[in-house]
């Protein structure tokens, strides 16, 4: 660049002489981007991540960049100069230059609030987007495990509905029951059984056992596979019952706590305080006694 190009004065350009297509085009673009911020935070929240998600982190970053590019252009900022080293102290004549350049790009952009809203209220959608994968990044927060869909007093039901009466059923049968209202909830699924009262230690009866029935979650707490097998002994001299995970062979102990005694699992699994409502059914006193599943499911 010259000496002359140096310092020559800064000339505002007049505003009709500005390029208003491409002030058009970074409207349009941040406008796309506001939209695709909100898509990716409704895809999030509403589970519907496999596609929507990046299609809608994908609008919000290329309508940020794509605006951000037009709005140079409509400045008149794509000048491609090639400027000699010069002294780092810059000259009066480059000081007023740059005091003009300043003073041109505030009442530009000063007079665009429009396209200042829009570029603000992109990168908020952009953020609000990224909530949740940024989120996900980590282990789900542990309290989902704390917190099932037992409650006190809600009936446990079987898979077609029925509520499971006190006085029913025989012993050495094994059920798969859920909360009443919530039939199929993964983390809420448990085994129920009944057996004799005296086969049963006194810390399970502690726990929650009634008149012999006793509840798990069915959850292992090895990989997180279903306990769906029940095996009974009764030949002397020891009596067994056993409760058994089909995927690794973890064996439990449903008369004592449902503590491991084979297999992989580390721990017992969590057991379900039993009582009865005013019709005789079977209802929880609360949740579980700890989280379900396994511990590798809190390390993310």
């Not at 810390?203 to 012999?212: H, N």
């Amino acid at each position: 660049m010259s000496d002359d190009a140096a310092t020559s004065e800064w000339v505002a350009v007049p505003h009709e002489e500005m390029n208003l297509r491409a002030y058009r085009a970074a409207t349009v673009a941040f406008v796309v981007a506001v939209a695709g911020g909100l898509l990716a935070a409704a895809a999030y929240w509403t589970s519907e991540t496999q596609t929507l998600l990046g299609v809608g982190l994908a609008l919000a970053l290329g309508g940020i960049g794509f605006g951000l590019v037009s709005w140079a252009k409509y400045l008149d900022l794509d000048e491609h100069v090639v400027q000699q080293r010069e002294p780092l102290r810059p000259t009066a004549a480059e000081r007023d230059e740059l005091t003009g350049q300043v003073e041109m790009t505030q009442q530009t952009v000063g007079r665009r609030k429009l396209l200042v809203g829009l570029l603000g209220g992109s990168f908020a959608s952009l953020a609000i987007g990224f909530v949740g994968p940024i989120g996900s990044l980590g282990p789900r927060p542990r309290g989902e495990r704390d917190r099932t869909g037992w409650v006190a007093g809600r009936r446990l039901v079987t898979l077609d509905g029925q509520p499971v009466a006190l006085s029913s059923g025989v012993f050495d049968q094994l059920a798969t029951v859920f909360p009443d209202g919530m039939i199929g909830r993964d983390d809420s699924q448990v085994v129920l059984l009944r057996l004799r009262e005296e086969l049963l230690s006194a810390s399970t009866i502690e726990q929650g056992a009634l008149d012999g029935w006793v509840a798990y979650s069915k959850i292992c707490t090895h990989a997180g596979c279903s306990v769906g097998l029940f095996g009974v002994d009764d030949r002397e001299p020891d009596v067994v019952r056993q409760l058994v995970c089909p995927c690794h062979q973890s064996v439990f102990d449903p008369t004592d706590g449902a503590r491991p005694v084979g297999g992989p699992a580390p721990r017992s699994l969590p057991q379900l305080s039993l009582g009865v409502d005013d019709e005789g059914f079977l209802v929880a006193n609360g949740d579980f006694d700890r989280p379900v599943g396994p511990i590798t499911w809190d390390e993310g």
